[in-house]
């Protein structure tokens, strides 16, 4: 069974940055792609950004582009969310998620694995 844990969230002014990490321990961690999504106040869950297991390829959405980045560190079985130049529409619940084998363009309903997510608020 794998399991997701998010950190590093927290309370933001807009315009700062903030770095989500997602610890994953079980399974083949470097066989995964893993994705960032969130969760607005009312809103749906929406897909940021997602780094294919092979080859480094990254993808995010349009509405982060130039602001957030996705990475990973394989041998720690973590993935990274760094978030500059944040604004009050990024206020979110964020979660990590894992898709065995899976696309970096992979659709919501693919991914296999959660966390419980970390919440984001950025203030103006």
């Known amino acids: 069974q794998v399991q997701l844990v998010e950190s590093g969230g927290g309370m933001v002014q807009t315009g700062d940055s903030l770095r989500l990490s997602c610890a994953a321990s079980?399974?083949?961690?470097?066989?995964?792609?893993m994705g960032w999504f969130r969760q607005p106040p009312g809103k749906e869950r929406e897909f940021v950004a997602a780094?294919?297991?092979?080859?480094?390829?990254?993808h995010s959405a349009d509405s982060v582009k130039g602001r957030f980045t996705i990475s990973r560190d394989n041998a720690k079985n973590t993935v990274y969310l760094q978030m500059n130049s944040l604004k009050p529409e990024d206020t979110a619940v964020y979660y990590c998620?894992?898709?065995?084998?899976?696309?970096?363009?992979?659709?919501?309903?693919?991914?296999?694995?959660w966390g419980q997510g970390t919440r984001v608020t950025v203030s103006s």
């Open positions: 998620s894992a898709n065995p084998w899976g696309l970096a363009t992979a659709p919501r309903r693919e991914y296999k694995y």
């Open positions: 079980g399974g083949t961690f470097g066989t995964y792609t």
């Open positions: 780094s294919y297991w092979r080859g480094g390829r990254t």
